[in-house]
């Protein structure tokens, strides 16, 4: 059931981009954000000798996540020894898109992580499975792999695994380094319990994976390797947080503008005291918080006060937000405003200004959308703090093992 759903949310993932598919109706260039992928299929003509080449560099290609390049090598070395016993000519179309049909598998086990960290609640892995961001920009990169290795460490720490844990954040770690939160979060509820060996064990499980699959491309090309690194890293986005809301919205009735020179120091600033206040939170709670709670905060602040923002933030968001709240009005509303700022990026220009809504405003849509996003996100954090003082959400999740 959980492999139907997947399949499902990704066929009505291609569904949303048929459009680009027709030449007379020039979607690519009107809506480039919709039509836009950085997935590559790979090479397709990978043989036994020439497999090995990008298995530790990025794929056939050489410019995917070395994890990733570790599958489509060798799915690319399969495919190429059955179109040769079967005597099948290969080409752009023989394969409609490999990296597609493996990030679809990837998100099945991300709905199987879910479902079975939901226990009795069924409407959670569904919920997520259609969830707008996903199917519209989730497929078209390599962050559902991010995501996956996140919700496997955090389901191996739920069930008191802090070894497997680091396994899954060190392989996490080669497509984005958004699973290292897992590991700050461990942290916070290590410091909690006073189990901070789980720390310790998790951390060094990570660093020996990371290692394990980066080692062989650092030592052999370290230049190629830190330049993919720091573009992982410095992966460019459409547009930023809430900084680029405060100016030009903000600044104007309240007086308290912002020089855009210090932007870099106060975000970072500001990021550094909000992950304290939620260290805080963890420590002062009345009942037994969860990870996927903590976890959850983390990512928010690190979205929240960031620099920079994509729809794929939200894609990272999803499953703790339906572990975390259960409220589908709270996740179709967000999802909802989090569609519409995309929109308001990725639209012709101008045509949301014609629309008799936004005609007559002083604010443009895309701040509308932009103060209504952030509003979204601070009402997830207040929210998600409350539930963990009153310890409302804990005990649907589960807590660490050790404690239950």
Same mark, same amino acid.
């Given at each position: ?22 030449? @007379? ?22 043989? %036994? ?14 410019? &995917? +996540? ?6 489509? =090598? ?8 059955? $179109? &040769? !016993? ?35 609640? +069924? ?25 996956? #290795? ?11 695994? %802090? ?7 060190? *392989? ?6 958004? +699973?290292?939160?897992?590991?700050? $979060? ?24 990371? !290692? ?8 052999? @090309?370290? /230049? ?10 410095? !992966? ?7 900084? /680029?809301?405060?100016? +030009?919205?903000?600044?104007? %009735? ?42 959850? *905060?983390?990512?928010?602040? $690190? ?10 933030? =939200? ?7 339906? *572990? ?5 009005? @709270? ?24 629309? %008799?809504?936004?005609? &007559? ?10 103060? !209504? ?6 009402? #997830? ?14 005990? *649907? ?8």
């Amino acid at each position: 059931m959980v492999f139907v759903i997947g399949i499902l949310a990704v066929l009505f993932s291609f569904l949303l981009r048929v459009p680009c598919r027709v030449p @007379e109706w020039d979607v690519a260039n009107r809506f480039p954000g919709l039509c836009a992928t950085e997935l590559n299929p790979g090479d397709l003509s990978v043989t %036994p000798g020439t497999m090995l080449q990008g298995f530790f560099t990025g794929g056939p290609t050489g410019d &995917q +996540p070395i994890v990733v390049g570790m599958f489509t =090598s060798v799915l690319g070395w399969m495919t190429t020894g059955l $179109a &040769q !016993a079967f005597n099948i000519e290969l080409n752009a179309n023989t394969v409609l898109d490999l990296t597609v049909v493996l990030t679809a598998m990837v998100w099945v086990i991300i709905i199987a992580t879910v479902a079975g960290l939901s226990g009795k609640q +069924p409407s959670d892995p569904v919920v997520m499975a259609f969830a707008p961001t996903v199917l519209l920009v989730g497929f078209t990169a390599w962050d559902l792999w991010a995501v996956m #290795f996140m919700m496997l460490a955090v389901a191996s720490y739920i069930r008191g695994s %802090p070894g497997i844990a680091g396994l899954w954040i060190g *392989l996490g770690s080669t497509v984005n380094l958004l +699973p290292a939160l897992v590991l700050v $979060a461990i942290l916070f509820m290590a410091a909690r319990y006073r189990y901070i060996g789980d720390f310790f064990i998790a951390l060094l499980s990570s660093v020996i994976f990371f !290692a394990a699959v980066n080692g062989p491309f650092m030592v052999t @090309e370290f /230049d190629r390797w830190r330049q993919q690194f720091l573009d992982s890293l410095n !992966a460019p986005v459409q547009n930023s947080t809430v900084w /680029d809301v405060w100016n +030009p919205v903000i600044a104007g %009735p309240t007086g308290l503008s912002i020089n855009p020179e210090s932007l870099q120091t106060l975000s970072l600033v500001v990021v550094l005291l909000a992950v304290v206040a939620v260290l805080l939170v963890t420590l002062m709670a009345g009942k037994d918080p969860s990870i996927v709670q903590v976890l959850l *905060l983390l990512l928010i602040v $690190a979205i929240l006060f960031g620099r920079e923002w994509s729809l794929l933030q =939200s894609v990272w968001m999803v499953p703790l937000v339906v *572990l975390a709240r259960r409220s589908w009005i @709270e996740f179709f509303i967000w999802q909802a405003v989090e569609i519409g700022y995309w929109a308001t990026l990725n639209a012709p220009a101008g045509g949301w200004e014609t629309q %008799p809504l936004f005609a &007559q405003g002083s604010w443009t849509p895309q701040e509308i959308f932009a103060v !209504a996003r952030f509003v979204a996100l601070l009402w #997830f954090l207040v929210v998600v703090i409350i539930d963990i003082q009153r310890g409302k959400r804990a005990l *649907l999740i589960g807590i660490h093992a050790k404690n239950m």
